[in-house]
């Protein structure tokens, strides 16, 4: 990863003994990204979240029997508080893959806006997906390793200064067969629920 990335593995790293280990491939958010708002193409958020509490305990954005869905039966979450802010990562034990990292940066931001304006430069891949009960997603990545690796991050905006990135990397059974960011959006949609009061 280049040394603009943050630690948000599950998209990005694969682990080894449970331990993230970086990869050329990162789709981070990055600490060294402008914050100033692009004049237009950002989405707003109208009814900003407040996540003061959730980052606390990182690993009550996805509740239980919201991981299992995503994962299946058996689940394991493993919560840090890293140099970028506090992130849990869920996963199926004695496996890489499949696997959920939830980060809450904690890093000066502008919201969706920081990942815009990296369009091109430090994110390759920026696409804007359907947004959540009106708060906007957006799928980005240093490389677009969809298809090829079954990994993929999202951007969910909170408000207009905060964004929740959720990264999801696929079983290998999935790869090349399921788009990741459908998986990676089903997730954002349990995180934004439980973020916001509702199971």
């Excluded at 958010?29 to 100033?36: G, I, K, R, Y």
């Excluded at 003061?52 to 994962?71: E, F």
């Excluded at 815009?116 to 997906?129: F, Q, R, V």
Aim: aromatic share 4%; hydrophobic share 30%.
């Amino acid at each position: 990863m280049g040394a603009a990335m943050l630690a948000l593995s599950a998209c990005s790293t694969p682990t080894t003994n449970g331990t993230p280990t970086p990869t050329s491939g990162g789709t981070n958010p990055s600490p060294n990204l402008p914050t100033q708002q692009p004049d237009n193409g950002v989405p707003r958020v109208k009814n900003p979240v407040d996540l003061t509490r959730i980052k606390q305990s990182p690993c009550n954005a996805l509740t239980a029997t919201q991981a299992k869905d995503l994962l299946g039966q058996s689940v394991e979450s493993k919560g840090r508080e890293g140099q970028f802010g506090p992130a849990c990562m869920w996963s199926v034990p004695s496996t890489i893959r499949p696997q959920i990292d939830v980060l809450f940066s904690n890093l000066p931001d502008s919201g969706t806006a920081r990942f815009y304006a990296a369009k091109g430069t430090d994110y390759k891949l920026l696409e804007p997906i359907e947004p959540i009960d009106g708060y906007p997603l957006t799928v980005y990545g240093t490389e677009d390793q969809r298809a090829s690796k079954g990994r993929c991050a999202v951007a969910l905006g909170t408000s207009d200064t905060e964004t929740i990135s959720i990264a999801l990397e696929q079983s290998e059974a999935n790869i090349g067969k399921k788009d990741p960011c459908d998986a990676a959006r089903e997730a954002a949609i349990r995180v934004l629920a439980t973020v916001r009061g509702g199971n």
